[in-house]
């Protein structure tokens, strides 16, 4: 029923610098997989086959990562290596992978606008990838799937998150209509620990219904002087259009060095294990 995700992969990654400087922030590995594999890996689970992703300059490895390397596939066939390019692989032959790029950095709003291209008119999901997800149970992105089809409208994921980290996240004004799922009627990016109307904020996970995109068109430049994806939601929330849904699951934070070494230390056990 939604069949694409986008994945906006254009930002700088400041917070990463210097290994950011010549590798996408997305092509980070937890282990021995790229951030944006997790993503997508989440995104097939939820139902979907085709990722569209936006880049940037200075992207490239991302289109090279979803592709076939003749070269290395050469050398590894018939090896003791090969399983290692499974995974990989079954992504690569059996999911459509898209891409456009926005070409100034206006912001997460601006990068979903730009996605427009490649999503059409369609409900589609997003994922920034460097919020690692591990859902309990199913994928969040599965669990959010499975709430749009009752309600049929937008829904961010959110998380509870201590006062004194508040101001890091956007933050729904939220009714609870059922356990876990709210109806939002109203949102503020990174308010102080007073402003904040609630103690939910929004992480990278998203169900969009294509309204989005003429609401996109409209939305002025905000805070920092980039057009920002919560003044379109907010609009949306309005005519109570958005639900804020508290996922089950974990979700680190990989774009800080803090929780990238959480993240790492956690799938490494899980590696470990295997
Ligand atoms: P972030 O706020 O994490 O920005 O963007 P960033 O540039 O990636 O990282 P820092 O803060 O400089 O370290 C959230 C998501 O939105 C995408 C980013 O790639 C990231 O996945 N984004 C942001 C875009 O695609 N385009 C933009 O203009 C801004």
């Not at 990068?111 to 591990?134: K, N, R, W, Y």
């Not at 749009?148 to 609870?176: L, N």
């Not at 849904?245 to 800080?256: A, H, Q, T």
């Not at 070494?261 to 295997?274: D, I, L, P, S």
């Given at each position: ?108 709003g ?108 409209r939305t002025e430049p905000g805070?920092?002087g980039?057009i920002q994806?919560?003044d ?43």
């Amino acid at each position: 029923m939604i069949r694409k995700c986008l994945f906006p992969a254009a930002g700088y990654g400041t917070r990463f610098l210097p290994a950011t400087k010549a590798i996408p922030k997305e092509m980070l590995p937890i282990v021995n997989k790229p951030l944006i594999q997790y993503g997508v890996e989440e995104a097939i689970e939820a139902g979907m086959d085709t990722m569209a992703i936006i880049t940037g300059r200075g992207k490239r490895a991302i289109e090279d990562h979803f592709d076939i390397s003749y070269e290395l596939e050469h050398q590894i066939k018939g090896t003791s290596k090969e399983h290692l390019l499974h995974d990989i692989r079954a992504l690569v032959e059996n999911y459509t992978f898209t891409y456009t790029r926005q070409k100034e950095m206006k912001g997460l709003g601006h990068a979903v606008l730009v996605g427009q291209t490649l999503i059409g008119s369609e409900p589609f999901a997003v994922v920034l990838a460097d919020d690692l997800c591990e859902g309990e149970g199913k994928g969040v992105l599965a669990q959010m799937v499975e709430l749009y089809k009752k309600f049929r409208c937008s829904i961010v994921a959110v998380m509870e998150v201590p006062k004194e980290k508040i101001s890091k996240y956007g933050v729904v004004s939220a009714k609870e209509i059922e356990e876990g799922v709210y109806m939002v009627s109203d949102m503020v990016e990174k308010p102080s620990p007073k402003e904040a109307p609630s103690n939910l904020a929004v992480i990278g996970r998203y169900i969009l219904t294509p309204d989005i995109f003429e609401i996109l068109e409209r939305t002025e430049p905000g805070a920092g002087g980039e057009i920002q994806l919560t003044d379109a939601l907010k609009e949306q929330a309005k005519n109570n259009m958005v639900i804020a849904y508290r996922f089950k699951g974990k979700r680190f934070d990989c774009g800080s060095v803090e929780g990238f070494v959480e993240a790492t230390n956690y799938f490494y056990e899980k590696f470990k294990a295997k």
